[in-house]
């Protein structure tokens, strides 16, 4: 059973940065397919973005340029480093993984292709 634990959400000004943490434990050899989504109260979870075992990543387009995905696989540690924050990346961030996936790409995949999940990290960015 793969568990995740999110750390590092909190508060920022706008043009301020943060970065979330997602220590990951229980998975098989196979370095699964890992991201982060985030999802605002009432809203559906979006993809921010994915990275698979080799480090090949996608990022999506409201993001690109200001936030960036990496993972330690040595450490069972993914990350998401976010600068130049703005108001609308207010959101909880959730970090999620999956084994069996095919493909790791944004756009060719949603949230309901992930079975686990972390607590969810809270951003909030103040104007």
């Known amino acids: 059973q793969v568990k995740l634990v999110e750390s590092g959400g909190g508060s920022a000004q706008a043009g301020g940065s943060l970065t979330l943490e997602c220590a990951a434990s229980g998975y098989t050899p196979v370095k699964p397919c890992m991201g982060w989504f985030r999802q605002v109260s009432g809203n559906q979870r979006e993809g921010v973005a994915l990275i698979d075992g080799a480090g090949y990543h996608s990022i999506a387009d409201s993001v690109r340029g200001r936030f960036t995905i990496a993972r330690d696989n040595a450490k069972n540690t993914l990350y998401l480093h976010m600068v130049g924050l703005k108001p609308e990346d207010t959101a909880m961030y959730y970090c999620?993984?999956?084994?069996?996936?095919?493909?790791?790409?944004?756009?060719?995949?949603?949230?309901?292709?992930?079975?686990?999940w972390g607590q969810g990290a809270l951003v909030t960015v103040s104007s």
């Open positions: 999620a993984a999956e084994e069996a996936l095919p493909i790791c790409i944004l756009g060719g995949l949603t949230a309901t292709d992930f079975r686990f």
